[in-house]
């Protein structure tokens, strides 16, 4: 399974065509684009949310799920400096639910355990699960 650290958008979505098998002339035709462009965004690291909409409509797959599961495994703990106070109260600026896994990352979490990349006590602290969490997803599911 590929990391959810390092994304490179293009060969996740050229991934997704050979396993579709899409046609690129269906593509061309969905996108109303010649197919040198096509290729062209096939290459790139990142594109055009809008683009990335488009691709995950004709791929029917949600291409923004890579980015939002980066998130909840990679975002940074909140800070008091992320805090903003507006008429003397307290909001934090931005919040990730920790606790919105979905079964891709569920997986990549277990591959890591399975193949010994990190141990629970690194996955524990890396990604700030719980350690009675990882242990329901090891009983569960495993192969």
């Known amino acids: 399974m590929e990391s959810f650290r390092n994304i490179h958008i293009g060969n996740c979505i050229n991934r997704r065509i050979k396993e579709t098998e899409t046609d690129i002339s269906r593509i061309c035709n969905f996108f109303k684009l010649p197919e040198t462009v096509i290729q062209e965004m096939l290459v790139q690291e990142s594109i ?51 606790s919105l896994y979905t079964r891709e990352i569920i997986d990549f979490i277990l591959e890591q355990l399975t193949l010994k990349e990190k141990t629970e006590q690194q996955i524990i602290s890396d990604y700030k699960i719980p350690k009675s969490t990882l242990h329901r997803w090891k009983i569960k599911y495993k192969k």
Do not use: A, G
């Open 48 to 98: 055009d949310s809008e683009f990335l909409l488009k691709w995950s409509k004709v791929l029917d797959y949600d291409f923004f799920r890579l980015y939002s599961q980066h998130l909840i495994l990679y975002s940074p703990p909140t800070s008091s400096k992320y805090q903003v106070k507006i008429k003397n109260k307290k909001y934090t600026s931005l919040q990730f639910k920790k």
